[in-house]
Structures are given as structure tokens and as C-alpha cells.
């Protein structure tokens, strides 16, 4: 095949592929750059940071802040408050001295302290009980110290004072326990004792109607 024939088609889309360059260039415009070399400072201008401070506005958070306290040396010193004194304990009755009594409840010979049982100090005073005490065992099974009235421990080192001490009476009773009453505890002036008593349990079945009374010969220091 000859070799002009073989290009032909190459050649006609190189001379139309030209011919569309041509056009092209005869239709687009040519930019031209502006006379004025400043044309983008005048479009584009620079901020002016002194006049922007001068007319800015403060913002809502700025103006809604509350005013700086006073100095220190200007403020007025806040009145300390009272000091507040301590309230006493209530009197006791009758007589200015005071014996303490601490009750140890317990059962099974003393091997186990029985928490839980309700404690009562009473004494006879015009024929009648008056309550002093009332108190709970605690899980040890003892009660709160009870300060009772007393009289003056002097008294126990004279002679001829046949009763030196103020007798009380100590009833304990618990669920489950047969209740217990000692009379005529005596409790000295200025004189810390405790009280053991022993809780017999009841039979399944058997109600605590039946209160075992114990004549006291003193309490016992433990």
C-alpha cells in the first residue's frame, strides 16, 4: 500500500485539530492587566486597627460584670459572730450531790451480755414511784451512765449514819427473758458503781407474768 495513503487520515484530523485552535484563539479575549498597579489596595484595603478600637462597642458580658470590691483596707469588718455557751445539762433534783450508776445486764451465768433489754431506775418518794431512768442495753449489755441524785459522801465515814446512800430500784425486762426487779440499790454521793443483773430465759410458751424480785446488798464495782 503506498505510504501517503497510510497517513491520510492522520493527517486530516491533525489539520482539523489545528483549524479549532485557531478559532479558539481568535475568539478569546486577551486579558489586559489594569494602568493603575494599586488596583488590588484600592479593592482590597487594609484594616485600620485604630479606628476599629476607637468606634468598637464593649459586649453584653462586659458590660453586665459587677463592680471590683473595695480594697481591703476600705471594707468595713463583718461582726463576728457570738460566741455560742454551751447549754448544762438539767439540774437534778433536791440535792447538789450526784452518784452514777451503770447497769450490766447479762445471761447463761454471765457468759453472754444481753443487748436489747429495757431498763428502768425508780424510787419511793410520799408513797410513790417516781421514774428516773429509763434506759436500753447496749450490745455489750450495758446502759448509758445515769447520774442520780445522792447525799454527801461524807456521810459514808461517820458512824452514826445508819443509811449514807440513796436506795433506788432496778427493773429489767426483755422479750424472751423472765422479768427481773433489784430494790433498794443504794447509790452513793460522788460514787460510780454498776449494777449486774442475770436474765433467766422462758420456756417456749411461757408468758412473762411472773417478775423475780432480788433484795440488793449494794452494787458491785467491776
Known amino acids: 500500500m503506498d505510504e501517503t495513503k497510510r497517513n491520510a487520515p492522520t493527517s486530516l484530523v491533525e489539520q482539523y485539530r489545528?483549524?479549532?485552535l485557531d478559532m479558539y484563539r481568535q475568539q478569546a479575549p486577551t486579558p489586559t492587566p489594569p494602568a493603575d498597579?494599586?488596583?488590588?489596595?484600592?479593592?482590597?484595603p487594609l484594616p485600620d486597627i485604630d479606628r476599629d478600637m476607637a468606634t468598637e462597642k464593649p459586649s453584653?458580658?462586659?458590660?453586665?460584670l459587677p463592680p471590683m470590691p473595695p480594697p481591703a483596707a476600705d471594707r468595713p469588718e463583718l461582726p463576728l459572730p457570738a460566741p455560742q455557751t454551751p447549754s448544762s445539762p438539767?439540774?437534778?433534783?433536791?440535792?447538789?450531790?450526784?452518784?452514777y450508776l451503770r447497769v450490766f445486764v447479762f445471761t447463761g451465768g454471765g457468759a453472754e451480755p444481753l443487748s436489747g433489754a429495757r431498763v428502768t431506775v425508780s424510787r419511793e418518794e410520799d408513797g410513790n414511784e417516781v421514774l428516773y431512768a429509763n434506759a436500753v442495753t447496749d450490745i455489750d449489755g450495758f446502759t448509758p451512765v445515769i447520774p442520780l441524785p445522792?447525799?454527801?459522801?461524807?456521810?459514808?465515814?461517820?458512824?452514826?449514819?445508819?443509811?449514807?446512800?440513796?436506795?433506788?430500784?432496778?427493773?429489767?425486762?426483755?422479750?424472751?427473758?423472765?422479768?427481773v426487779r433489784h430494790e433498794n440499790v443504794p447509790i452513793y454521793g460522788n460514787n460510780y458503781v454498776t449494777q449486774p443483773i442475770t436474765m433467766t430465759p422462758l420456756l417456749p410458751g411461757v408468758p412473762d407474768d411472773n417478775t423475780q424480785f432480788f433484795q440488793s446488798g449494794g452494787p458491785a464495782d467491776l
Open 60 to 64: 453584653p458580658s462586659e458590660t453586665a
Open 90 to 99: 438539767p439540774p437534778i433534783a433536791e440535792s447538789p450531790f450526784v452518784g
Open 37 to 44: 498597579a494599586n488596583w488590588l489596595d484600592e479593592q482590597y
Open 150 to 179: 445522792s447525799v454527801d459522801p461524807e456521810l459514808s465515814m461517820r458512824p452514826d449514819q445508819a443509811q449514807p446512800f440513796v436506795p433506788y430500784d432496778i427493773g429489767v425486762s426483755a422479750a424472751g427473758f423472765r422479768s
Open 18 to 20: 489545528q483549524q479549532l
